[in-house]
């Protein structure tokens, strides 16, 4: 099954599609050039054969290899537990934010088991590793800003302290996005005396006013409160 997958994803390759892609994922150095919607497809052709034997098996030779099981395990439909559990395993696997960000917007599960996931993604909101904290504040960002959650999720995002750049910019994604889809709660919290570091803050901001989503005077005040 493996030599027939590496097979297909390397008839996959687009040599020029290669440099791009390397050049905005610049920690890594493995990538072979395969399209996403290509490595969608192919994940979608092995949930549906026998995908258990592929993720036990699997290869992490190269990008596309690792980033082919996060969607692999994002497309099965299983038992949560069972998901959850090839969800753990495969963290420690990554290892840039393509494949973290990817993995999360393909865990389609989380929709119909809120609160499971929630509790799950909890000791990966207290990691000091770069990769599971990004993972959980992607997860936040995705399934997690609405009105049930969103006290639980800014007081999560508080208490983040880690210098990795890849962390800092999801909380700031993250934040921006409680901003753009519930407003009020999200500025009361920019406004008080959060735990925020000034770039992490200030990022946030920045990405507020950069959204289309956010009104002219809304962006003025926002920009008012940039940390100097």
């Avoid at 088991?113 to 990691?127: A, D, G, N």
């Avoid at 990769?131 to 609405?146: A, D, H, K, T």
């Avoid at 409680?178 to 735990?195: A, F, H, I, R």
Wanted: glycine share 4%.
């Amino acid at each position: 099954m493996q030599n027939t997958i590496r097979k297909q994803i390397h008839e996959c390759i687009d040599t020029d599609y290669q440099k791009f892609a390397s050049a905005l994922i610049p920690n890594i150095d493995n990538v072979l050039g395969v399209r996403m919607p290509e490595l969608r497809k192919l994940a979608k052709r092995i949930v549906k054969d026998d995908w258990r034997t592929y993720l036990e098996t699997a290869e992490d030779e190269y990008f596309e290899e690792v980033m082919l099981q996060g969607l692999v395990i994002g497309y099965v439909n299983a038992d949560i537990e069972e998901v959850l559990s090839y969800v753990a395993a495969f963290i420690p696997k990554i290892d840039n934010w393509s494949v973290c960000d990817s993995f999360c917007t393909t865990l389609k599960v989380t929709k119909n088991h809120k609160e499971r996931v929630w509790t799950f993604l909890q000791s990966y909101l207290t990691s000091d590793k770069d990769y599971e904290l990004r993972f959980g504040v992607v997860m936040l960002l995705n399934n997690y800003i609405e009105p049930l959650y969103i006290g639980k999720v800014l007081a999560l995002l508080d208490h983040i302290e880690h210098d990795g750049y890849y962390v800092k910019m999801a909380v700031a994604w993250a934040l921006s996005m409680c901003y753009v889809k519930l407003p009020e709660p999200t500025m009361e919290y920019l406004g008080s005396n959060n735990s925020l570091d000034k770039f992490t803050y200030n990022k946030a901001l920045q990405k507020i006013i950069e959204s289309y989503r956010v009104d002219k005077e809304s962006k003025s005040i926002i920009r008012s409160m940039k940390r100097r």
